[in-house]
Nanobody
């Protein structure tokens, strides 16, 4: 499966962005999907997870209450709505597919290219 994230950009603190991740290729089976981010000089970190049917979602503590993940399986697309953005949210954001979130861990096998999000103060 191929993944393509989009929707990144430059936004002021307190603003909003909506990221999209379109899946192509082997999409006859819906995958659990997630978002990760990597800030300059830092390790990649988990942001959010959504199960294949949208029933289960999980978030990193740092984004709870500000970010919301959703999906449209008819369009093979997952979204990340990011509100009340902070400068510390600045990072490259990656979508990923496959695997299952379990006991605080999520290690998906499929990854897309990142989209850059920059939040100015």
């Amino acid at each position: 499966v191929q993944l393509q994230a989009s929707g990144g950009g430059l936004v002021q603190a307190g603003g909003s962005l909506r990221l999209s991740c379109a899946a192509s290729g082997r999409t006859n089976s819906n995958y659990n999907m997630g978002w990760f981010r990597q800030a300059p000089g830092k390790e990649r970190e988990f942001v959010s997870y959504i199960s294949w049917n949208g029933v289960t979602t999980n978030y990193a503590d740092s984004v709870k209450g500000r970010f919301a993940v959703s999906r449209d399986n008819a369009k093979n697309t997952v979204f990340l709505q990011m509100n009340s953005l902070k400068p510390e949210d600045t990072a490259d954001y990656y979508c990923a597919a496959g695997g299952t979130y379990l006991r605080g861990n999520y290690n998906p096998p499929y990854w897309g290219r990142g989209t850059q999000v920059t939040v100015s103060s």
